[in-house]
């Protein structure tokens, strides 16, 4: 039973390129969650997708940054024209559509973005 | 507005002492609680979780936390620390299902031989 898969788990990118991050949620799991890590912070929300659908999006940067969930496929998070302060973890997590356990999620291994 | 503490960000721990790591809550809603430990360069794994009922929850591997809703308190406690637990520690607080979890920064545990 595979855990929540991201990919790549390094990724190093030059000012101005894309950034494409990729999360598989847990099997069963139709709820995926992106949260972004500085050094030295904690975790922080960014957004919250469904299949097809962004159901809350409060974290996001206005700019630069999207993400989806595809009917078919993993979840991506996009981030245009990358700068030095996009470097850091970003993390998916999943949970289960509903009932009390659906309060849990289940993290990824993340992927960490170096901007030189 | 809602945040979670934790105020200790670096803890020295001898092997075999007793931990307690101390994170507090504001959080209009029912809170959820939960405590994440996160090895360098990994993910994070959940160590356990409260929901309601028993203020006092087990753990994976001897970790045990007591929610006290007069302190907005939710610390974590080991009674043996080994050398495997070095690793940063995360409180977290969220509410029903589809909502963001809030983390707090984060304390490292050092454990000393």
């Known amino acids: 039973n595979a855990g929540v898969m991201q990919n790549p788990r390094h990724l190093v990118r030059r000012r101005g390129q894309e950034a494409r991050l990729r999360c598989s949620p847990m099997?069963?799991?139709?709820?995926v969650y992106w949260y972004r890590q500085l050094p030295e912070e904690g975790l922080k929300f960014m957004v919250y997708l469904q299949k097809e659908n962004i159901i809350d999006e409060s974290g996001m940067p206005k700019e630069r940054f999207s993400a989806e969930f595809p009917k078919e496929g993993p979840s991506i998070l996009r981030i245009q024209q990358v700068v030095r302060g996009d470097s850091a973890a970003y993390f998916c997590?999943?949970?289960?559509?509903?009932?009390?356990?659906?309060?849990?999620?289940?993290f990824g291994p993340g992927t960490r973005l170096t901007v030189l | 507005a809602q945040s979670v503490t934790q105020p200790d960000i670096h803890i020295t721990v001898s092997e075999g002492a007793s931990l307690e790591l101390r994170c507090n809550y504001s959080y209009g809603a029912t809170p959820y609680l939960f405590w994440y430990v996160q090895s360098p360069g990994q993910g994070l794994q959940l160590l356990l979780k409260?929901?309601?009922?028993?203020?006092l929850v087990q753990g994976i591997k001897g970790f045990e936390a007591e929610f006290k809703r007069s302190q907005s308190s939710f610390n974590l406690r080991k009674p043996s620390v080994h050398w495997s637990d070095a690793a940063e520690y995360f409180c977290?607080?969220?509410?029903?299902?589809?909502?963001?979890?809030?983390f707090g920064k984060g304390t490292t545990l050092s454990v000393s031989s």
């Open positions: 977290a607080v969220g509410a029903q299902a589809g909502t963001a979890l809030i």
């Open positions: 997590a999943s949970s289960l559509t509903s009932g009390r356990a659906a309060n849990e999620q289940f």
């Open positions: 099997k069963g799991h139709s709820h």
């Open positions: 409260y929901f309601s009922g028993d203020t």
